[in-house]
Protein backbone atom coordinates (compact mmCIF):
# COMPACT_ATOMS: atom_id res chain seq x y z
CA UNK A 1 0.00 0.00 0.00
CA UNK A 2 1.25 3.25 -0.99
CA UNK A 3 -0.46 6.65 0.44
CA UNK A 4 0.19 10.11 -1.16
CA UNK A 5 -0.32 13.13 0.24
CA UNK A 6 -0.16 16.46 -2.32
CA UNK A 7 0.80 19.84 -1.28
CA UNK A 8 1.96 23.47 -2.42
CA UNK A 9 -0.76 24.24 -4.62
CA UNK A 10 -1.78 27.87 -4.49
CA UNK A 11 -2.92 30.99 -6.30
CA UNK A 12 -0.39 32.15 -8.78
CA UNK A 13 -0.33 35.06 -11.47
CA UNK A 14 0.76 33.77 -15.39
CA UNK A 15 4.39 33.69 -15.58
CA UNK A 16 4.70 32.58 -11.88
CA UNK A 17 5.98 29.46 -10.70
CA UNK A 18 4.86 27.23 -8.04
CA UNK A 19 6.78 23.66 -6.24
CA UNK A 20 4.18 21.00 -6.07
CA UNK A 21 5.46 18.37 -3.58
CA UNK A 22 4.08 14.56 -2.88
CA UNK A 23 5.16 13.04 0.17
CA UNK A 24 4.28 9.20 -0.04
CA UNK A 25 3.95 6.64 2.51
CA UNK A 26 5.12 3.09 2.59
CA UNK A 27 8.04 1.28 2.05
CA UNK A 28 7.28 0.15 -2.10
CA UNK A 29 7.94 4.02 -2.72
CA UNK A 30 11.53 3.55 -4.59
CA UNK A 31 10.39 0.79 -6.20
CA UNK A 32 7.45 2.37 -8.30
CA UNK A 33 7.41 4.63 -10.90
CA UNK A 34 5.93 8.10 -10.14
CA UNK A 35 3.48 10.65 -11.90
CA UNK A 36 1.62 13.81 -12.25
CA UNK A 37 -1.59 14.15 -13.48
CA UNK A 38 -3.59 17.38 -13.72
CA UNK A 39 -7.89 17.74 -14.06
CA UNK A 40 -9.62 20.62 -15.15
CA UNK A 41 -13.53 21.31 -14.36
CA UNK A 42 -15.18 19.49 -16.83
CA UNK A 43 -12.13 18.21 -18.52
CA UNK A 44 -10.83 14.80 -18.42
CA UNK A 45 -7.83 13.70 -16.34
CA UNK A 46 -4.70 14.87 -18.22
CA UNK A 47 -1.28 13.46 -18.09
CA UNK A 48 1.64 16.20 -16.89
CA UNK A 49 4.71 14.01 -16.23
CA UNK A 50 6.62 10.77 -14.67
CA UNK A 51 9.88 9.71 -13.63
CA UNK A 52 10.89 6.07 -13.40
CA UNK A 53 11.94 4.58 -10.48
CA UNK A 54 15.64 5.53 -9.65
CA UNK A 55 14.43 8.97 -11.31
CA UNK A 56 17.21 8.43 -13.93
CA UNK A 57 14.06 8.58 -16.91
CA UNK A 58 11.61 11.01 -17.04
CA UNK A 59 8.47 11.62 -19.95
CA UNK A 60 6.75 14.96 -20.48
CA UNK A 61 3.05 15.84 -21.91
CA UNK A 62 5.07 17.99 -24.92
CA UNK A 63 3.11 21.21 -24.36
CA UNK A 64 4.55 21.28 -20.94
CA UNK A 65 8.50 20.20 -21.35
CA UNK A 66 10.55 22.96 -21.12
CA UNK A 67 8.38 24.57 -18.45
CA UNK A 68 7.84 21.65 -16.12
CA UNK A 69 10.33 19.30 -14.01
CA UNK A 70 9.55 16.20 -12.03
CA UNK A 71 12.15 14.91 -9.72
CA UNK A 72 12.34 12.33 -7.19
CA UNK A 73 13.88 11.94 -3.87
CA UNK A 74 13.59 8.17 -2.37
CA UNK A 75 15.49 9.00 0.55
CA UNK A 76 12.82 11.30 1.49
CA UNK A 77 9.83 9.17 0.25
CA UNK A 78 8.73 11.88 -1.78
CA UNK A 79 8.30 13.37 -5.92
CA UNK A 80 8.04 16.83 -6.93
CA UNK A 81 6.41 19.39 -9.68
CA UNK A 82 8.77 22.21 -10.69
CA UNK A 83 6.20 24.71 -12.61
CA UNK A 84 7.52 27.68 -14.52
CA UNK A 85 6.39 30.22 -16.54
CA UNK A 86 2.54 29.41 -15.68
CA UNK A 87 -0.01 29.64 -17.73
CA UNK A 88 -4.21 30.13 -17.19
CA UNK A 89 -4.78 27.38 -18.77
CA UNK A 90 -2.85 25.30 -16.30
CA UNK A 91 -5.24 25.96 -13.68
CA UNK A 92 -6.38 22.50 -12.62
CA UNK A 93 -5.86 20.25 -9.90
CA UNK A 94 -2.79 18.33 -9.80
CA UNK A 95 -3.17 14.64 -8.40
CA UNK A 96 0.65 12.22 -8.07
CA UNK A 97 0.26 8.88 -8.62
CA UNK A 98 2.04 5.68 -7.75
CA UNK A 99 2.27 2.79 -10.80
CA UNK A 100 4.19 0.06 -11.31
CA UNK A 101 5.31 0.88 -15.41
CA UNK A 102 5.75 4.81 -16.62
CA UNK A 103 3.57 6.12 -19.13
CA UNK A 104 1.20 8.60 -19.48
CA UNK A 105 -2.17 6.63 -18.99
CA UNK A 106 -3.80 6.48 -15.67
CA UNK A 107 -4.81 3.15 -15.88
CA UNK A 108 -0.85 2.33 -15.50
CA UNK A 109 -1.06 3.87 -12.10
CA UNK A 110 -2.38 2.25 -8.86
CA UNK A 111 -2.24 4.64 -6.04
CA UNK A 112 -3.72 8.41 -6.41
CA UNK A 113 -3.17 11.59 -3.80
CA UNK A 114 -6.28 13.47 -3.41
CA UNK A 115 -4.93 16.56 -5.24
CA UNK A 116 -3.90 20.06 -4.85
CA UNK A 117 -5.36 23.07 -6.83
CA UNK A 118 -3.47 24.92 -8.97
CA UNK A 119 -4.82 28.43 -9.90
CA UNK A 120 -2.88 30.69 -12.27
CA UNK A 121 -4.40 34.49 -12.87
CA UNK A 122 -3.87 35.99 -15.97
Known amino acids: QVQLTESGGGLVQAGGSLRLACAAS????????MGWFRQAPGKEREFVAAITRSGGNTYYTNSMKGRFTISRDNAKNAVYLQMNSLKPEDTAVYYC???????????????WGQGTQVTVSS
Open 26 to 33: GRTFSSRA
Open 97 to 111: AAGGGFGSSPAGYDY
